[in-house]
Structure formats: structure tokens, C-alpha cells
């Protein structure tokens, strides 16, 4: 049964069976479920299923804002953090089960919320609580949008002689309580930065030290350059961000000034288990669309059913070492995702023929995704033994 009042719905409720109804709410003219409290729930598949009807082209021009706030009205933004800090508190096991399922369904959103909770989770971490007290209900209702602009100082801009984004100690300038900074440069790569309210962003001070401070983006000296078209993820709107004199005042300081900054507090999981994360994620999909195809085409029955085997043991291996169990290397698993995810997204474009070729299909974009895997955070060694395998050195 549906109940609807006189004039526009609020709400509605569905009665399925004799269980307890489930809730939908009407926002922005489509239905939204209740939030997500655990990655198996039907809540969660709904999610998923509204993520890929929204998935559309390509674009720098089109960031994925509807799908953000389906996930933000989801409570997706609430999995990462603890319940201190206004989320769900989420074991690192179910925080894993949930980026295979968004990475499945909707890679460029899925990535775009890795860099909004980055971000969320430096503050979070952080002994300076005025920034967490300022901004992290609002950001974890879905109400603002944060970002962070970290790679400069771990795998970006290292073989510069001098620091893509400097910080320099002002002391004596009013408003900026005796430790401030005023910064310089840029910052390569800051995914959805136009979009931004808020960065969290890494700079270098003239003595080797480092902070990690959070900038509000209404300030004139925080200017966002124009996205830059990618292969792939160019809706995450990814580009740089110039600094010119921006303030950070004290009270805006996360963590610093520091030798090697980004070791300190949690939050950061660079080129860690989370990018592999999103690799099998990715992988998944492939695998069940080899499924689906074969469910009808008897030639690809064997081929899906090893792909989806081998992509059962990655998720295995994944969870393991999420849940923290001993002889899990990292980047033993990076290595072994990247793998998979380029093998398993070309395996599904072989068997889509010509029409998987077609710019806007979706097998075709996740070929074109899985190559993010190679240069998203890949570690040094990573990186040498794919080469090494590409060219038949062992």
C-alpha cells in the first residue's frame, strides 16, 4: 500500500510483505532510501542500482553532484568515521565491503568520495578539534564538500628542487594567532576542487618542515584552474589549485609542522589498501557483466566462471587484510589488483565485441577507468614490476 496526502508527497511508505515498511523520502524529485547501516543491506543495493542509472558521460563539465547527494542523504559519508565524531563507526572490514559495492557501480563517484573522506578523516584526526567542530556536521550530512591536495608531497612534484605549495610562518599578521601561514604555489592534483568548500591541503615550510592545514575556498587567493579532461574520472573534475598569499590561521592548522607531515594521524591510506579497493571494485563489475553475457551465450560460461572465481578470491584476500590478518602484503595485493582489474575489464570488452567499443558503454568506460589503477598512488615498486611483466622481463 501507498499512503499519499493531499497535494505534492513528502513521503512515502511501502509495505512489503508483513515486515516492517521501508521509508523513502522525496527529495529533488526522486526517491531516496533510508541510510545505509551495513554494506549487505537492500538499502545498499538500492543505492547502487540509483548510482549506475545516474552514471552519464564523461565530462569535466558534469561532476557527479546528484549521485554525491544520493550517497551524503544515504548516510555513505557517516561509514568512515566514528560515532565520537558523528559517523557510524564502521569496522575497516565493512568500510571495505562498501567501496567494492559503490566501485562496482559508479567508479568516478566512488573516487570522489575516497578524496571527500580523506579529507574528512584528517580533520577528524586531528588534535586541533575547532575545524572537526566547525566543519564535520556539515560535511558529513552532505551539506558541504571537502577535498584534499596531498599528492605534492607524496608521489607528485618530488623531483622539483623546491616545494610545489609553500608555507610561510606569519607571525606578526593579525587574525592569524601568532603560528599562522600564508601560502604559495599550487597544488597539482585536488580532485573536484571547483566544487569545494573546503581543502585539506599539505605544504612546505623553508626549514623541511610540513603542515597539513584546512582552507576554505572563499577566499580570493584560493583560485581552482580549469579541470583537466582525463582518459578516465574526468567528472571527478580533478585539476590544480593555485595559492597566491591564501591565510591559514592557526585554529586551521591540522597537524605541523612536521618533518614528512602525511605520517602523521590516520586518514591518509595513500596508494594503501583503499586504491586497491577500488581496483577489485572495478574488477566486479566486469566479472558480472561476463556473467550476465553468458547466461545466454554458452562459449563464455568457462571464461565468466574463472573470472568470477578469481575475483572472489581478490575480495577474500582484501577483506583479510582489512580485518588485519598476518602475511597480507599491500603491495603484493596492489600488484595483484591492478592485474586483475586490467584483465578482467578487457576479458569483458572481448566479449561485448563492437558495441563494448562505443565511447559511451559502459564496458568501455571501465577499460578506460582501469587504467587510473597504474598511475593512481602506484608505489615505485608496483609500477617497476608491471613494467617488468609488460616487456617479458622476470
Known amino acids: 500500500m501507498i499512503f499519499l496526502g493531499w497535494g ?113 578523516r584528517r580533520i577528524a584526526a586531528s588534535e586541533n578539534r575547532s575545524v572537526a567542530q566547525r566543519w564535520l556536521p556539515s560535511l558529513l550530512a552532505g551539506e558541504s564538500f571537502a577535498t584534499v591536495g596531498i599528492s605534492h608531497l607524496t608521489t607528485s612534484r618530488q623531483h622539483l628542487g623546491r616545494p610545489a605549495l609553500a608555507a610561510h610562518p606569519e607571525p606578526q599578521v593579525p587574525g592569524l594567532g601568532g603560528n599562522g601561514y600564508r601560502l604559495e604555489g599550487f597544488s597539482p592534483w585536488v580532485t573536484g576542487a571547483a566544487h569545494a568548500d573546503l581543502l585539506v591541503v599539505g605544504a612546505s615550510a623553508a626549514d623541511g618542515t610540513q603542515i597539513l592545514a584546512a582552507v576554505p575556498c572563499d577566499q580570493d587567493a584560493v583560485r581552482p584552474a580549469e579541470p583537466i579532461p582525463l582518459v578516465a574520472l574526468s567528472s571527478s573534475c580533478t585539476g590544480r ?47 558480472d557483466y561476463l556473467l550476465e553475457q553468458a547466461a545466454g551465450r554458452a562459449e563464455l560460461a568457462d571464461v565468466a566462471g574463472r573470472l568470477d572465481a578469481d575475483v572472489s578470491a581478490a575480495e577474500r584476500r582484501l577483506l583479510d587484510a582489512a580485518e588485519g590478518h598476518p602475511n597480507c602484503d599491500l603491495g603484493e595485493l596492489r600488484g595483484q589488483a591492478n592485474r586483475l582489474v586490467l584483465r578482467a575489464t578487457q576479458a569483458a570488452l572481448t566479449a561485448a565485441k563492437g558495441a563494448g567499443f562505443v565511447a559511451d558503454h559502459p564496458v568501455g568506460r571501465w577499460c578506460r577507468e582501469a587504467l587510473f589503477f597504474l598511475v593512481w598512488s602506484c608505489p615505485q615498486p608496483v609500477a617497476q614490476a608491471h613494467l617488468c611483466e609488460l616487456v617479458g622481463l622476470q
Not at 568512515?80 to 564502521?90: A, K, N, P, V
Not at 592557526?250 to 595513500?270: C, F, K
Not at 586504491?275 to 572495478?282: E, F, K, M, N, Q
Open 241 to 287: 589549485v593555485d595559492f597566491s598569499g591564501a591565510v591559514v590561521p592557526a585554529e586551521n592548522i591540522l597537524a605541523g609542522p612536521v618533518a614528512d607531515v602525511m605520517r602523521t594521524g590516520q586518514g591518509g591510506n595513500t596508494g594503501g589498501l583503499q586504491t586497491s579497493t577500488l581496483a577489485i571494485g572495478l574488477a566486479r563489475a566486469a566479472a
Open 8 to 120: 505534492q508527497p513528502s513521503c512515502f511508505f511501502f509495505f512489503l510483505g508483513w515486515g516492517q515498511p521501508s521509508y523513502f523520502g522525496v527529495f529533488d524529485g526522486f526517491l531516496t532510501m533510508a541510510p545505509i547501516l551495513t554494506p549487505d543491506s537492500v538499502e545498499m543495493d538500492r543505492l547502487c542500482d540509483r548510482l549506475r542509472d545516474l552514471t552519464v558521460s564523461d565530462d569535466v563539465a558534469v561532476f557527479p553532484e546528484e549521485a554525491l547527494r544520493a550517497c551524503g542523504r544515504a548516510g555513505v559519508f557517516r561509514w568512515f568515521l566514528s560515532e565520537q565524531d558523528g559517523g557510524y563507526g564502521w569496522s575497516p572490514a565493512d568500510q571495505t565491503r562498501g567501496y567494492l559495492r559503490l566501485a562496482a557501480a559508479d567508479l568516478t563517484t566512488t573516487f570522489v568520495i575516497t578524496q571527500r573522506m580523506g579529507a574528512c
